[in-house]
């Protein structure tokens, strides 16, 4: 089946400080979504990418949908305390009403 | 606007009883619904995707006659564990997805159900 392996599984930085995460697949996806999950919270979609290639931003979010299909990766600049959380890339093969498959996560911590 | 709730929030059940739990799109309406579950420090693992009007398909491994899941209405899905068990406890996710020609895209989640079996 698909699997989406995202690294680095956790990470601890400083306030203020970048952040870049991957996200790499086995199959080819043609739609890349990126969400942010809260401790007992559902997952909050932050970026979705439809093209490969395409580089898309949200406030100090960016994201990439890789040329090959099988990868994203997302930048978060100058971190804040807030951006605390599990953050998961998603595949889709198509649109919205398709499944998603959800990666491993990557949990970002932020220091002061 | 997307916003997608359940209810409830969190339940806490008797091993052998049935709960049901319900996903509801606030703001638009979803042709489709999907049901994730996730156990701690886990990634969400897609259950079943349920359509409007027809039976929910479940993925492999995910035992129909046990996740019961309804979809009668273009804003409601429910799922009703049954002869729940304590393996049965989880977070359970719905997401919906925006009817065919929707300007929405992607899919946007509910704020999960915490289900505790003793």
Request: charged share 15%; net charge neutral.
């Amino acid at each position: 089946g698909q699997q989406l392996n995202q690294s680095p599984q956790s990470m601890f930085i400083q306030e203020g400080e970048d952040v870049s995460m991957n996200c790499t697949s086995s199959s080819i996806f043609n739609t890349w979504l990126w969400y942010k999950q809260d401790p007992g919270e559902g997952p909050v979609l932050l970026i979705a990418l439809y093209k490969a290639g395409e580089l898309t931003s949200n406030g100090r979010l960016t994201a990439q949908f890789g040329i090959t299909r099988k990868d994203s990766f997302l930048n978060i600049s100058a971190s804040i305390p807030s951006d605390v959380g599990i953050y998961f890339c998603a595949g889709q093969l198509s649109g919205g009403y398709q499944k998603v498959t959800f990666g491993t996560g990557t949990k970002l911590q932020v220091i002061p | 606007g997307a916003v997608v709730s359940q209810h409830p929030s969190w339940v806490i059940c008797k091993s052998g009883t049935s709960v049901k739990i319900e996903c509801r799109s606030l703001d638009f309406q979803a042709t489709t619904m999907f049901w994730y579950r996730q156990f701690p420090k886990q990634s969400l693992m897609l259950m079943a995707t349920s359509n409007e009007g027809s039976k929910a398909t479940y993925e492999q491994g995910v035992e129909k006659d046990k996740f019961l899941i309804n979809h009668a209405s273009l804003t409601l899905s429910t799922l009703t564990v049954t002869s729940a068990h304590p393996e049965d406890s989880s977070f359970y996710i719905c997401s919906a997805a925006g009817t065919s020609g929707s300007t929405l895209r992607g899919q946007y989640f509910g704020p999960g159900t915490r289900l505790t079996v003793t």
